[in-house]
């Protein structure tokens, strides 16, 4: 490897590493939007549902529901609409990383 | 939970580290997990903005020095609040303690914040101490133009005349006054023009009040006069819910603005009309509360604090970040509870940002979801999500997004407490 590639592979590594914590801190955000109902980083409380350990696939596919109505629901096909696909990729990340019970 | 988490941050912080190290080989293993502190943020005010603010600082930032001045030994909720003037909960019931910030780091000192210098970078205390901050949050809520209603600033008049539109010993007084109040008596309620804190919560508490009626004092009345042209929040179901439920007991008149009070005869003037009620709860019009306007933070209709809505800072004066219903709403944003605590995770995660002299997340998304209680069970909502808009720089609520129930239901009014559970225990720690 020559200085020029191993410079060029510290830069990318750099850069991803920075998207990366970038795209955790504007999941970690979005999924706070969330916390009013479904608890602290998705540990909910009573009869909230958590979300907090529960798969990305399945919040993901679960959003998509409430959005196109696919899913009746009292208020979150309200809600759903309010996030676009990539914001919800995000939130179902974050929550998908947490510990289900505190 | 906690120190799960800040070992899901400091993996964070580790790998940033390495990445550094990577870049600079030689710039060593300082700083990482616990250094010193990144900075001293001291919040005014311990309601839902400022409580939300003070847990998230610790949550997301780690070493934040957070001091949260409150005068309140604890925490009372205006959500559920008025369920407490209805007999349907107890005031127990809506109280949470500081306890939980205390446990997740937060040095809290009960206390009165008569002064905020941002030239020392200092908040001065009624009994001389001096906080210094790096950043500082207002969260003050709301203080009354009592000036606004003719006879109101008499002390004697604001005895009489409650406003119960700040959860604690008002809450209590007025829950009294109707114990006190004769079968046959009438409950009258005076709403400002909007905006107000909390839009929906006048009708709510009619409700809650005539609901009591209803079973109790069956021969009583509840007489809404509303300064607004008609009902500002969930029209239809609130309409649907006075006749369904509270016809011959709630009765609602718009256009009908206080004009001023009497306290010795317990009458209130309206432009054309004099009304004379055995229990007259007088909500007056609102502004960001007294220390927003001592700090000079004020600067939108002499009412409201303008804000940077990327970093909750004040537009008037730089370092001061201002949460919840002080702030000159965005449009169609509610002066809420909800509200404040999604407005102070917008705040948290940019004032750590600023003081770690990164970036500012540049698309933050707040949203508000409100329950109101009809009867003891039956429950209405509405919902809102609000993106930023880069261009506007203006939070602006998306189109299709939102909306209020289809009809007021049980299922809503388990959602309703669970999600009073939650923001408690969201915002506080507890």
Known sequence: MNHISRLT??????????????????????????????GTNGQARGDSKPLAGVSAEKITAALADYKSGAQPAMIMHQIAKGYTDDQIKLIAAFFAAQPAKQ | ????????????????????????????????GAGPSIGRV???????????????????????????????????????????????KQMSDITVSYAGLEAAGVKRIQG????????????????????????????????????????????????????????????????????????????????????????????????MVASYFKQFKPKSKVLVLDANPE??????????????????????????????????????????????????????????????????????????????????ESTAVPGIHVLGDATFSAPMMPKSGHMANQHAKVAAAAIIELLKGQPVSAAPVVMNTCFSFVTARDVIHVASVHQYDDKDKTFKTVPGSGGVSAAASQVGGRAALAWAANIWADSLAS
């Open chain 2, 112 to 207: 009165e914040v008569v002064a905020i210098d941002p030239q020392a970078k200092e908040v001065r205390l009624a009994d001389g101490r001096k906080l210094p901050y790096d950043r500082v949050i207002v969260s003050p809520g709301v203080d009354f133009m009592l000036d606004q209603i003719g006879g109101l600033a008499a002390p004697a008049a604001q005895e009489k005349f409650l406003h119960s539109w700040k959860a604690g010993p008002q809450t209590v007084a007025l829950r009294a006054q109707l114990e006190a109040m004769r079968d046959g008596g009438v409950y009258a309620l005076a709403i400002p023009k909007a905006p107000y804190r909390c839009p929906p919560g006048p009708y709510e508490r009619a409700c």
């Open chain 1, 9 to 38: 592979a510290v830069v990318l590594m750099l850069a991803a590493s920075l998207a990366q914590a970038q795209s955790n801190t504007l999941g970690r955000n979005l999924a706070a939007t969330c916390a009013n109902c479904h």
């Open chain 2, 42 to 88: 001291v919040i005014v005010g311990g309601g839902f903005g400022g409580a939300t603010a003070a847990r998230y600082l610790r949550l997301w930032g780690g070493n934040v020095d957070v001091t949260l001045v409150e005068r309140s030994a604890s925490f009372v909720s205006c959500p559920i609040s008025n369920l407490v003037l209805g007999g349907h």
């Open chain 2, 231 to 312: 009902i500002t929040s969930k029209k239809g179901l609130f309409e649907k819910a006075f006749a369904d439920h509270y016809k011959g007991i709630i009765e609602y008149r718009a256009n009908n603005e206080l004009k001023s009070v009497d306290a010795a005869t317990g009458t209130g003037k309206l432009e054309f009309d004099d009304i004379k009620a055995d229990v007259f709860n007088v909500v007056p019009p609102q502004r960001a509360g007294d220390i927003a306007r001592t700090a000079g933070l004020v600067n939108m209709n002499s009412r409201w604090v303008g804000v940077n809505w990327l970093t909750m």
């Open chain 2, 1 to 32: 939970m906690n120190s799960k988490l800040s070992n899901v941050s400091r993996r964070r912080v580790l790998g940033a580290g390495l990445a550094a190290m990577a870049a600079a080989p030689m710039m060593g293993c300082a700083n990482l």
